[in-house]
């Protein structure tokens, strides 16, 4: 993410880096009796301009969950749904600035874009190597 600073000499531009994406952490424990308890947490996260702000902020869907399976079972995180709308402007110059009649040569055009994510994870045991 870009940060802008400016003094009154000059204008330095500095990089923050930021996670961002499909993030899953899975923190598996096996009992006894051959029982997998899974602590889980998604996070979808997205950063988006705010133009007003000149700034990035990031929109961030989360789910955390503790589940117990047995050995091969699946197990389904859903409900991570996040919706995005963003408006976009043209016009032709300057008949654009024309007041009253530069609607007729301005386009505003609008979107909105609606996701879910569901993520599948598949419960495992994996058989100890004791020859090592």
Excluded: C
Aim: glycine share 6%; net charge neutral.
């Amino acid at each position: 993410v870009p940060e802008v600073e400016t003094t009154s000499r000059s204008t330095t531009t500095s990089f923050t880096y930021h996670k961002a994406g499909i993030i899953l952490r899975y923190t598996p424990y096996v009992s006894d009796d051959g029982r997998i308890t899974a602590i889980v947490h998604t996070e979808v996260s997205s950063p988006v301009y705010v133009e007003d702000l000149k700034a990035y902020r990031f929109n961030k869907r989360s789910a955390d969950t503790s589940v117990r399976l047995k050995d091969g079972e699946t197990m389904v995180i859903g409900g991570l749904i996040g919706s995005e709308e963003a408006k976009s402007y043209r016009k032709i110059p300057l008949l654009g600035d024309i007041p009253v009649l530069g609607a007729f040569f301005k386009n505003v055009q609008k979107s909105k874009q609606s996701s879910e994510i569901m993520i599948f994870l598949t419960a495992r045991i994996l058989p100890s190597d004791d020859s090592q």
